[in-house]
């Protein structure tokens, strides 16, 4: 499968604690982005970065990127519960737009 | 950021009909289109690629002749599930991608498709 993997499959932590995901990958990429998904809603955009990118801030959204290990994580810091959703990563192969998403981390965060 | 819509946004059917979910770009011209199906507590899975004018790619394992893909134009594609079955309920979700593609790819609210 080309599927990429995220870990932990699930997380959960109390509001204020920051949540960590990381996402691993097999092929050379374009982009990496990292989604929300509420459960049975849509895809909600949270950052996309670059294979030239190290790392990238957007609020209390941190994304680092490691094509060395083909690796991701996404830092979401003083977390609260409308945090609550599943997180996937996805990403693109050179010379394709095509993502391909990984498995999703569920994070739940207790008030 | 650029807006994708679906429609419908969910549909209940009878096993053995067709179903057709609309995927349309809205202020953008989108030269690819992409279709995923999605189960319960289960990531996005790519089912087939659509460029413009041309015939869909599908993934392996996605039989092209049950999921019918049209991409008629720059800002529309189609995905007919035809003869639907239960099995083929799921939540499916389109993407569109722009001329340059660098921008990432944006994504349609979803479909929600509940075949009896």
């Known amino acids: 499968s080309q599927q990429g993997e995220e870990d932990p499959q699930a997380l959960s932590i109390q509001e204020g604690e920051n949540a960590t995901m990381n996402c691993s990958y097999k092929?050379?990429?374009?982009?990496l982005q990292w989604y929300r998904q509420n459960s049975g809603r849509g895809l909600v955009h949270l950052i996309l970065i670059r294979s030239n990118e190290r790392e990238k801030h957007s609020g209390r959204l941190r994304v680092t990127l490691d094509t060395s290990k083909k690796s991701s994580s996404l830092l979401i810091t003083a977390s609260r519960a409308a945090d609550t959703a599943s997180y996937f990563c996805?990403?693109?192969?050179?010379?394709?737009?095509?993502?391909?998403f990984g498995t999703g981390t569920r994070l739940k965060v207790l008030a | 950021g650029a807006v994708v819509s679906q429609h419908p946004s969910r549909v209940i059917c009878k096993s053995g009909t067709s179903v057709k979910i609309e995927c349309r770009s809205l202020d953008f011209q989108a030269t690819t289109m992409f279709w995923y199906r999605q189960f319960p507590k289960q990531s996005l899975m790519l089912m087939a690629t659509?460029?413009?004018?041309?015939?869909?790619?599908?993934e392996q394992g996605v039989e092209k002749d049950k999921f019918l893909i049209n991409h008629a134009s720059l800002t529309l594609s189609t995905l007919t599930v035809t003869s639907a079955h239960p099995e083929d309920s799921s939540f499916y979700i389109c993407s569109a991608t722009g001329t340059s593609g660098s921008r990432g790819q944006f994504f349609g609210p979803g479909t929600r498709l509940t075949v009896l």
């Open positions: 092929t050379s990429i374009n982009n």
């Open positions: 659509s460029n413009e004018g041309s015939k869909a790619t599908y």
């Open positions: 996805a990403t693109d192969r050179v010379g394709t737009y095509k993502y391909i």
